[in-house]
């Protein structure tokens, strides 16, 4: 399979007006060659496979700039409570009780769903990084990890420790699909002076952070108690900013903390279907991307959200922020950069997130040949407006086929959610007692 | 297939208590005969069809109490642009092309797409509503269709006559599958002399009145500047409510408004995304419930979605209200009422919307077997949170099944999909030149 062609409609996220109704992709091993109308691959391509998919739109493979993907685990176990009893009383307890096995296989689970919903990279941050690793190396897909880190608390020395020996041994792992970086959680779980040792050991590894920051109201208070400025000020002031750095919320900004992390090139990781869920509020997104600032989709993790489904996610995106401005703010097209193009970019990495020739083969095709994909007057529009997850036919990383017709090719799924299921209700029937 | 027995998960929304994980529902020719754990059907009940879906939840069919179905065939488009514009140079102009023929197959797009989504019932308004009829019967759906009448409209008077004939000619029609309303547009756009020989035609026929209310700030600030009140206070004087009034949208309200919605028992369809995608606001739909009014869940247009799918409908209506009050708004269970109980309440409709014995056998199965509803921890949790339209297997109406293995059973989804795009890319291309 080092050469195939696929036959589809293909959007290349290049730009709104680039789309071949009639297009082909010709891919060699994990990169792309040409991207064009049909007859446009190379005449002596010679192809060795075809794939033909008339009534698909294939466009490059989602992107989540921020999740934490184990927490499949604790699905639907606890919602619509308040945020402090939901957390103290349900979700850091469970957490606590999760072993590395358990964070394996809610990271297969996690992934088999990202992969059924068009998912093809995503920037995780959690515990057990290595054993998250092994997950993604096993289903195929690409991924960015962060080993969570709560300077604060009794494991904050050890989870910098881990920081680092995950770069050691998954930096440019899978030949390359899995990438590194440093995660210290947020502003108020670490102090200043961990935060500093943490930036000095993620330039002296080469490595970016990932960061929590301006997520809820509450945070924005204990900060302005604390040293009497805003979270992105506290970063700013500390030399946290300057790299790589991925931002995940930026709900509460004021206008200042937006041109510091536009003058920083800060990339924010842009979560509306958790920011609603939990009433963090609403980003300012379309402030932060007219001031430049690079803004990418994530779907937090499964229990706040609680599926890890980026369709859903573009379409509250653009639907929250209409309610809040009006109804031109964020279109389609916008939208459905922030979830490839705008990811890319947002977790450093220079050759996904668009279908160009020399780019890696991450593709995604969407079967448009269903009642709610008709008439077809806007691709863009049905993506973000129509499209769900159920509608992704194909998926494919780094040039190899990890889903066909929506069976995945790598994971046994029937033994995952067994696993998971069983894992899972174990977990919580300690609480039971 | 007079006697039929489904073996699945099953959710009765009869309480959040009321789950048969091991379930059993006996079904005789259009009626449920018996519904609880396995082993409850009657002893001699003899089924001639047993359906035997493991792992499937079994829930009552959605019911989708605010749309223009035929308004498919404005799909995509027009969208993210300033309301008026988009209504006065993209919506309208469209609509005036339409012909009974295109109504006939926007509809029945419509319906495809409501089955395959879960949708069993719909309430709705538009013109020709004769041709939606003919789409209902044939699809096996359930409906109620009001034809909607503009008084200030030139055709207001003709429309009035329309909606008589079509209470005549359609009023029970389909062994009582479809009911008829009578649908003044909205108090903007018909005078109160009118309106009143609305009520008392209605009244004569005893059919119910079907109308938008309080969508906009701009509606509010007219209806003021007209009359000195408030839409539903000019209602209320008008004599408009006291028999049975759905009242799309009621965005905009007053407590004296949610009060008089009350004592009249005035029902509200919700419809969050349209809300949220047109900037209109968000429906006070906690403090409606609180107040006892019945609120059900629509879609609105296709235009204003881009989808017909009330799976996602459920999950914007409770991210908008916790995005607005708190994470404890609006929790699951209430979602699936407002979709279930509460749509069949809102339509009028006394023998669907729950699964219990002597209702009709109107119901849809949800594959549970996939990575995203693992593990299962809480069944309402997950079909707000997680599912997706693409998620049904099973569709039931009236006794018969209308979808198995998503396969529509009524429908030539092909023909359909082939006749809406041709038919709405040919006026599409009137308005090019």
Redesign the interface.
Known sequence: MSKTLIRAMILPMTGPDDFFPEGEIAIEEDRIVSVGPKGSAPADFGSERVIDLPDDVVMPGLINTHTHAAM??????A?????MP?LEEKVWPFEAKLSGEDIYWGTL?AL??MI??GTTTMLDMYADMDRVGDAVLEAGTRAVLSRGMIGNAPNGEKAFQESIELVERYHGAGEGRIQVMFGPHAPYTCSGEYMQRVKKEADRLGVGIHIHLAETQDEINIIKQQVGKTPVQWLKELGIFGGHVVAAHCVHLTEEDMDILAQNKVCVAHNP?S?????S??APVPELRAKGVVVGLGTDGASS?????LF?EM??A???Q??K????????YEVLEMATVGGAQTLGLKDVGQLVPGYKADLISINF????F?????IP??LV??A????VRTVMVDGKLIMEERKLLTLD?KK??QE??TR??RI?AEFAD
Not at 305 to 309: I, M
Not at 325 to 332: N, Q, R
Not at 388 to 391: I, L, S
């Open positions: 499949t685990m604790l699905r639907s176990y919602d619509d409570l308040p945020l939901w689970l088999a769903e059924q919903s279907e920011n609603m869920k939990l009433n509020g609403t959200n609680n599926n890890l489904d859903g379409r509250s653009a639907l929250q209409k309610l401005k009006d109804s031109t703010t964020l279109p389609a040949d269903q009642p709610h008709y008439p077809r007057f806007s529009a049905h407006y129509v769900h997850a159920g509608d799924v995952i959610c998971v299921e899972a209700k919580a």
